[in-house]
């Protein structure tokens, strides 16, 4: 399946109207496919929304996961045009290891630590089962098409990812500043300086959390 096929998936449109919502962007006009999620209101351009909605199949609020069992992976998967073939236990504790391990990079886009090593050993490690083909398209474009092992297709992933490093938009895709949240948005602010998912929620719930450490603190002080 092709980045075109995956954009001819029934497609939704996004709620421009609840300006109530917490998570509201008004920048949000295009619809968007079946596969990412509701709450998302800051989705990276195309193909990067697939990486992006990839590491969104885990919601720290809700705790959903959806790459938390085989049927309701095959289902995600299969509408985002990801599945290769038959899922098993084993290939969806590896598509989860991967997708932290990016998530570990969008934390670093986003100001975080450096990403380490470990972090990055599922990546490395799902990288060694796929190389790039050259293919010529119709009229002569050329493009490469991943071709490796296992039923999650990383390598379209993996590619899409390298291309986005090779034009900026890669530093765009951010994690959440917020460590209980970590939720993948992509930052179109003309500075690149977007720390949260949401400001109203995550922004808020850190700024409140700093402000009753540094109550503590002094209240520390002045009882010492």
Known sequence: MTIKTIMRVTERP??????SSARYDRRVVSPLPSWVSEDETKPAPMPLLLVQSFVNTWEADSATDLLGDVDTARVWLAGAGLLLGTLGEADLAEARAVRESIRAVLVQNGGGPPVAAPELEALVAAAGHWRLTPMVEPGGRVRLRPLGEGPV???R??????????DGSFGRLKACRNDECRWAFFDRSHARRGAWCDMAVCGNRIKNRNLRSRRSGAAGGVAS
């Open 14 to 19: 996004v709620n421009r109207l609840n300006r």
């Open 153 to 155: 297709d990383v390598g």
């Open 157 to 166: 992933l993996l590619l899409v990812v390298r291309d986005a490093q090779k």
